[in-house]
């Protein structure tokens, strides 16, 4: 395999390219975006589990049976779920909107919407927004990432290079989310792009395998939002490219946008990396490192640099179902161990309290039991996430 090589501006693989305008959904700021390959691509998705989900993912589950896009539309503000059959109605208007404005057919424009719950789709504004909108398509991956934002502080793109036998593919990711983040077989929104070639069955098992890993073992919040989608489109121009190296590619790129998903967290201010090692086995390490990630004291810990590391055993000891040996559990933040076959240790609080203050905040345990591990990443808990979202309907 070859490590994948990030570049240091985001650019989009052959044949992609986008579009972001402000259509009048947002009071300021870019609200649609447009992304399209120069021709149709082999194409995989995941979406969210949550029993109420938006209209855009029941229409997006119906599209993607067929394993082929080539372009997806995408608004922001307003997320068209708890909206019935109208709302169904109106995405199928945006995907139809779209489809003409290319020139290309319906059934190869996703669509998808984020942003508050329970409010009609402006499909009107979206329609007039979209009109003229291909004359403007580009090669920023940048410009399509920030017509997606709700309350995101920056947008959100990465890319890297894969090895071909007649030189490199691309890799491109675009995303959004700062809040409603737990995901389950998603994240918020993240699109993925490249010029290799493979199938739809091989991105979607790539695409699966890598999901699990990654963007499902994201928190925020603990929430998993109603419109979680993440697909990926493949439009061949640079060639075949090794599954293995490619797979590897996509997990670099997903745990990039993972972690800045993480970051920019609403009111967040760093970065937190569960790592859990010495579970009976990966599923119990994903349970464990879980259920550190989400849990508010432990969110609250790092927020305030305050070394009550008792945080940490109550979190893993909640885990009820899981194989937790006291006697074989040790702990550590940072390079600091701070408990040791579950007692917890004598340490320097100054020292513990710089390392939770530190960016990103690294917790490590060991459960002493098996050969699973696994990762998650989360981000700290301030009042700027309760001022956010008590006013996020009204503004």
């Not at 675009?174 to 809040?179: A, D, E, I, Q, Y």
Request: some cysteine.
């Amino acid at each position: 395999m070859n490590t994948p090589a990030f570049h240091g501006s985001p650019r989009f693989p052959i044949g992609f390219r986008c579009a972001s305008t402000r259509c009048g959904i947002k009071k300021r700021g870019r609200d649609l975006s447009l992304f399209v390959s120069d021709e149709p691509c082999a194409a995989a998705a995941v979406f969210t589990r949550n029993r109420l989900p938006g209209a855009p993912i029941i229409v997006g589950r119906e599209l993607m049976q067929g394993g082929s896009l080539q372009a997806v539309v995408v608004n922001s503000r307003v997320s068209n779920v708890g909206t019935g059959t109208e709302g169904i109605a109106r995405a199928r208007r945006m995907g139809a909107a779209a489809a003409r404005e290319l020139g290309i057919p319906e059934p190869l424009v996703l669509m998808s919407s984020t942003g508050v719950i329970g409010v009609p789709l402006p499909i009107e504004k979206i329609e007039a927004g979209l009109r003229g909108l291909s004359d403007e398509l580009q090669n920023d991956p940048v410009v399509g990432a920030e017509g997606i934002m709700t309350t995101d502080t920056h947008p959100k793109a990465v890319s890297v290079a894969i090895p071909t036998s007649d030189g490199e593919a691309t890799l491109t990711a675009v995303g959004k989310g700062s809040g409603m983040i737990a995901p389950n077989m998603a994240t918020m929104l993240v699109y993925l792009f490249t010029d290799a070639r493979l199938d739809a069955p091989t991105l979607d098992r790539s695409l699966r395998h890598v999901v699990d890993r990654t963007f499902n073992m994201l928190s925020v919040d603990g929430d998993t939002s109603t419109s979680d989608t993440c697909v990926i489109m493949a439009n061949g121009h640079a060639g075949p490219v090794d599954e293995a190296d490619f797979r590897e590619a996509l997990g670099a790129v997903a745990e990039r946008m993972t972690e800045l998903l993480a970051r920019d967290g609403e009111g967040a201010n760093r970065l937190l990396r569960i790592t859990v090692t010495g579970a009976a086995d990966e599923k119990e390490a994903r349970i464990v490192a879980r259920s550190l990630v989400n849990s508010p004291l432990m969110k609250t810990m790092v927020n305030g640099g305050d070394p009550n590391v008792g945080r940490i055993l109550m979190a893993v000891g909640k885990c009820v179902d899981c194989r937790v040996e006291s006697e074989r559990l040790s702990a550590r933040i940072g390079e600091t161990g701070v408990a040791t076959n579950g007692v917890v240790t004598s340490f320097e609080d100054p020292v513990v309290r710089a390392s939770l203050l530190e960016d990103p905040v690294d917790i490590f345990v060991d459960l002493g039991v098996g050969p699973g591990e696994s990762r998650a990443w989360g981000c700290d808990l301030s009042l700027g996430y309760i001022q956010e979202n008590a006013a996020y309907y009204s503004t």
